[in-house]
């Protein structure tokens, strides 16, 4: 009972908090602040911004976000639309430099591919039939393909990497010196400074020099391309950098300090996470504190050392900074599982219960057009797994085939495995694309009908928020639920082995046939081996199967009728 009420105590404290600091936050989103976050974002449309009326709070929050996403996926449709206009012009000798240039991640390691699987097409098919130097024996055919596949993976994740950066590294420097050399970049950059709060002048520096080597960089390049490197620019100044996530130090989103839209989406995220640390750190505190409080002037059951008060003070402390630390990143992680709950923020009317035709057509938009991700994504994985996992293995003896694993054998399995997983995974993928396309208008009938019934029922409204404020502020004793979890598995993977050791340990059981009178009570069971616990069957006749003749006296078995005299 006492405990009971410490618990309550510990998550009314950590509660208060958390009601406190959401209404200090949320006080500031009002409808007319989020109508200028809009509008400082570029939105001018009347009919855009008018979506906004009534809304405030979070849930106004989150409809800013959707305008400015929805601007921005806009800005980048513009900009694949003139990338494909340039591509439609050009000759098509120069269409795949385009490409290149364009896709700087891309062509980067299309180039490093080209030659480096070239060159080492041509060195090492050209040594088939040959003595090599390092083992001694012919290099076959299979040899040369698997060293080809080998080196030419390896020098076009190098070289392509090395491309990749090397061109972001000239555009954008060749960017950032053409953008301290113009005045009113350099203007801009000193009111930036000027203007932000001391924590975040070096976001603020970062941030405003990254954006002008964007904009001076977009002038780099092959004028057949300007039109899509000025609109790709646009695109991607909307977007901002995702540094801003990396960068914890902000302050609540308002249209003062609204640059792009990942830098609003950060501030909402480390804004929440304060709140969360805050209220998961006031709960940890005052749980922890009272459970090691108790504990002081016990003696540990292993050590027989007593638990003192610095101990429990230490314990509190570490334990609370861990829980404040860690805990609003898991909140977070479950609070993205509800999210078709919360749904378009911009909705006007209820969804319909969507046709066949309509969730069908969703899936296949959904999954087309990100099959390269699907199985990049796949690829990495599966080459990444199966080349650690044999190339450990290197040097080790084979159990099927009883020869070592050499270089070539690693390479070649890692190559044959890592095709078939990724062809699996990618499939795998854009399966999941697919049923995310095709499920999402049910899904979003389902959450809006949903929201429509806890809306209007406070009882249920009470008793969700009661649900989720205690999920949230309980999330420091998941630790320790998921460490008992693991105990307990690693515990009943030990009991299950005890029965087979004991059954693999076991004597067996004589099968030898009943001996006559004269024979009870003597030892002619064969001798043993030392150490030995398997019982070994007497040597029969091949004849009829009858025991062998006993020994002569003298020997060391007991002959037929006694002891030995």
């Known amino acids: 009972m ?46 855009k911004l008018v979506l906004l009326e009534g809304k405030s709070g979070f849930n106004g929050l989150r409809a800013v976000t959707e305008l400015l996403t929805k601007q921005a996926e806009a800005k980048q449709a513009t900009a694949t639309a003139a990338l494909k206009e340039a591509m439609g012009a050009a000759s098509w000798y120069k269409k795949p430099l385009l490409w290149a240039e364009a896709h700087r991640a891309g062509g980067s390691y299309a180039v490093a591919g080209v030659g480096s699987f070239g060159y080492h097409g041509v060195t090492e098919l050209s040594r088939i ?16 393909l698997t060293a080809w596949a080998a080196l030419g993976a390896r020098d076009t994740i190098i070289g392509g990497t090395a491309l990749w950066g090397g061109r972001a590294l000239i555009s954008n420097g060749y960017g950032l010196t053409q953008a301290v050399r113009n005045a009113e970049f350099r203007a801009g950059l000193g009111t930036a400074w000027r203007t932000a709060p001391w924590y975040e002048k070096p976001y603020s520096a970062i941030a405003h020099l990254s954006g002008g080597a964007q904009r001076f960089g977009a002038n780099f390049g092959s004028q057949a391309l300007q039109g899509y490197r000025t609109a790709a620019y646009e695109a991607a100044s909307l977007q901002g950098s995702r540094f801003s996530y990396a960068y914890p130090f902000l302050g609540s989103p308002s249209a003062a300090n609204l640059t792009t839209l990942r830098n609003l989406g950060a501030r909402t995220f480390w804004s929440r996470y304060k709140i969360d640390a805050a209220s998961i750190g006031a709960t940890s505190l005052v749980y922890r504190g009272t459970h090691e409080a108790a504990k002081v002037g016990s003696a540990d059951p292993e050590t027989g050392k007593t638990y003192s008060i610095a101990d429990a ?26 999210g078709f709950l919360k749904g378009d923020p911009l909705r006007v009317e209820a969804p319909k219960w969507p046709s066949w035709k309509t969730v069908s057509a969703d899936g296949v938009k959904s999954m087309s057009g990100h099959y390269a991700s699907s199985f990049g994504i796949a690829g990495i994985g599966s080459f990444g797994y199966h080349g650690l ?26 190559l ?10 990618g499939a795998a993928i854009s399966g999941l694309r697919f049923g995310g396309g095709f499920f999402s208008k049910p899904v979003e009938f389902v959450g809006y009908n949903i929201r429509q019934f806890l809306g209007s029922n406070k009882v249920v409204v009470a008793t969700g928020r009661a649900i989720g404020t205690g999920g949230t502020l309980f999330s420091p004793r998941l630790y320790e639920a998921y460490g008992s979890w693991e105990k307990m598995d690693e515990y009943e993977k030990v009991l299950d082995a005890i029965p087979k050791e004991l059954k693999d340990k076991a004597p067996a059981v004589n099968a ?8 009870v009570g003597t030892d002619t069971a064969p001798k043993q081996p030392q150490g030995s616990d398997t019982h070994t069957e007497p040597p029969k006749d091949k004849t009829d199967g009858a025991r062998p003749e006993r020994t002569q006296p003298g020997s060391d078995s007991t002959p037929e009728g006694g002891l030995p005299e």
């Open 129 to 144: 039939g040959s003595v090599d130097p390092k083992t001694g024996k012919t290099i076959t055919t299979s040899d040369a």
């Open 313 to 338: 003070a230490l314990n509190t402390g570490a334990g609370t900074l861990q829980d404040a630390a860690v805990g609003p990143f898991i909140v977070a992680g479950v609070r993205s599982f509800g």
């Open 416 to 425: 044959v495995l890592g095709a078939r997983d990724t062809v699996i995974g």
């Open 2 to 47: 006492l405990w009971g009420g410490v618990d309550a105590l510990a998550f009314m404290s950590g509660a208060g908090i958390q009601r406190r600091l959401m209404t200090k936050f949320e006080a500031g989103l009002t409808g007319n602040a989020l109508k200028d976050m809009a509008a400082k974002g570029g939105i001018a449309e009347a009919e």
């Open 389 to 414: 996992d044999e190339f450990s293995k290197v040097g080790k003896v084979d159990q099927s085939s009883g020869k070592a694993i050499s270089t070539y054998d690693a390479v070649a399995n890692t």
């Open 512 to 519: 030898d046939p009943p001996r006559d009178a004269a024979s």
